[in-house]
Nanobody, 121 residues
Framework: QVQLVESGGGLVQAGGSLRLSCAAS????????MGWFRQVPGEQRELVAT???????KYADAVKGRFTISRGNAENTVDLRLTSLKPEDTAVYYC???????????????WGQGTQVTVSS
């Protein structure tokens, strides 16, 4: 059974930083394209960053230069480092694992439960 568990969310002031972590079980993250998404109530879920098994990465324009996706220090984890946070980054952040053609043909089959990030102004 595949499980993705996010951690590291919280409340932070604008300009601050957070590190989100996604711990996977039941799959090996290096064999999947891993993605971080975020969603604000009433809006569509948006892709924030992705990383392939060969460490290719891609970011949404809104977070380029501020967020970094990487394989985590712990085994079978994927991290998202958030810096220079803005109030508009406030959302529930989800980890997902997918397969398919990079970059636009990835289908994300497995999802975590999400972790809340709140940025105060």
């Amino acid at each position: 059974q595949v499980q993705l568990v996010e951690s590291g969310g919280g409340l932070v002031q604008a300009g601050g930083s957070l590190r989100l972590s996604c711990a996977a079980s039941g799959l090996t993250v290096r064999t999947y394209t891993m993605g971080w998404f975020r969603q604000v109530p009433g809006e569509q879920r948006e892709l924030v960053a992705t990383i392939t098994g060969s460490s290719l990465s891609k970011y949404a324009d809104a977070v380029k230069g501020r967020f970094t996706i990487s394989r985590g220090n712990a085994e079978n984890t994927v991290d998202l480092r958030l810096t220079s946070l803005k109030p508009e980054d406030t959302a529930v952040y989800y980890c997902a694992a997918g397969t398919g053609f990079w970059p636009g043909g990835i289908r994300y089959d497995y999802w975590g439960q999400g972790t809340q990030v709140t940025v105060s102004s």
